[in-house]
């Protein structure tokens, strides 16, 4: 081989070899592609579009679309089918799914405790003049009447001494108070305002009874974490980081709720910002008693009887994260 046609081979192999590794190399920093999904575009679930907006997500190298979906079962089916990679979803859809052998786990708590105002009638004074009334919740069965129980049996209410009646949408709940067909019901902080407008009595804040439930929260396929335990991490710190982001950027916060929640009254911003702010835990660990709550209530006799909290979330990824 002569000088002129070593140089070229050498320059070719060269020139191969960069090709190859800025091809890898872009490769390697392509972000993960996922989607993301949640239910009720309310400030417990806020943190995912934060994590977004903020780049937090890209950042990590995750592109994220997140998508609203009609329903808790259909973000489970959804996660289920690999159609979503994360979703914010309800403690006791967690707990309903997995005993019915679903392959999900919570890996991050959004809120942990009762995240709802206890709101009455005006001539309501005492927790005794409850007793015997109609309390309006959303649905029989759903997250409503089950905080409904807690928050009413932790101050002193026996729920077999009320009557729990399914009224739907919080201004319907309402509308049975102001009527007065109904005595009390539970509502979220940004309603505080129409609440005071109507006349209405804020009884009691019902994140300050000595009460964990895991209300809402981060949840994947535990398959998800086998496959990619490095992206679920990822996912995680974003989330960790739009938690340091709301608790100390209010305006930029409160512009992003104001957009995910669609509400545009100031003051009822404001209040829900607040509320949440005290709430959301950092770090977001799952909460065994907020799981152990779950299974007492909804944990039936043959499926949920043998069943431990830690069936039902992870919390190995926030320790190797921290």
């Known amino acids: 081989m002569n000088k002129r046609t070593w140089t070229s081979a050498c320059t070719f192999l060269f020139s191969l070899y960069f090709i190859i590794d800025v091809t890898l190399g872009e490769g390697a920093e392509k972000p993960f592609k996922v989607r993301a999904g949640y239910v009720s575009p309310t400030t417990d679930n806020v943190l995912m579009s934060i994590a977004q907006k903020q780049g937090f997500l890209n950042k990590?190298?995750?592109?994220?679309?997140?998508?609203?979906?009609?329903?808790?079962?259909?973000?489970?089916?959804?996660?289920?089918?690999?159609?979503?990679?994360?979703?914010?979803?309800s403690g006791p859809l967690v707990v309903r799914s997995v005993l019915s052998g679903a392959d999900l786990v919570m890996v991050a708590s959004f809120v942990d405790r009762i995240s709802y105002y206890l709101i009455t009638r005006p001539e309501i004074a005492t927790v005794k003049d409850l007793v015997g009334k109609k309390i309006a919740s959303s649905s029989i069965g759903g997250s409503v009447d089950m905080v409904l129980r807690l928050g009413l049996r932790d101050i002193g209410v026996d729920p077999k001494s009320i009557t729990l009646l399914?009224?739907?949408?919080?201004?319907?709940?309402?509308?049975?108070?102001?009527?007065?067909?109904?005595?009390?019901?539970?509502?979220?902080?940004?309603?505080?305002?129409?609440v005071e407008k109507a006349g209405l009595k804020i009884f009691k804040d019902l994140s300050?009874?000595?009460?964990?439930?895991?209300?809402?929260?981060?949840?994947?396929?535990?398959?998800?974490?086998?496959?990619?335990?490095?992206?679920?991490?990822?996912?995680?710190?974003?989330?960790?980081?739009?938690?340091?982001?709301?608790?100390?950027?209010?305006?930029?916060?409160?512009?992003?709720?104001?957009?995910?929640?669609?509400?545009?009254?100031?003051?009822?911003?404001?209040?829900?910002?607040?509320?949440?702010?005290?709430?959301?835990?950092?770090p977001p660990y799952p909460n065994r008693d907020g799981f152990r709550t779950l299974l007492s209530e909804i944990g039936d006799k043959t499926e949920g009887k043998n069943a431990t909290p830690e069936l039902f979330f992870d919390r190995t990824l926030l320790e190797e994260i921290k």
């Open 166 to 194: 399914s009224a739907g949408s919080p201004e319907a709940r309402m509308a049975t108070l102001t009527s007065g067909q109904m005595a009390a019901t539970a509502l979220l902080p940004e309603h505080l305002v129409a």
């Open 60 to 89: 990590r190298g995750i592109d994220v679309e997140i998508i609203a979906l009609r329903g808790g079962v259909q973000v489970a089916q959804a996660l289920l089918s690999n159609s979503l990679q994360f979703a914010e979803m």
């Open 208 to 282: 300050e009874v000595d009460v964990h439930i895991q209300h809402t929260g981060l949840v994947v396929r535990r398959s998800l974490i086998k496959e990619n335990r490095p992206m679920v991490k990822s996912f995680l710190a974003a989330i960790i980081d739009a938690i340091d982001f709301y608790r100390n950027h209010e305006r930029e916060s409160i512009e992003i709720l104001a957009k995910f929640t669609s509400i545009k009254d100031p003051r009822a911003l404001k209040d829900s910002y607040e509320f949440h702010k005290k709430l959301f835990p950092q």
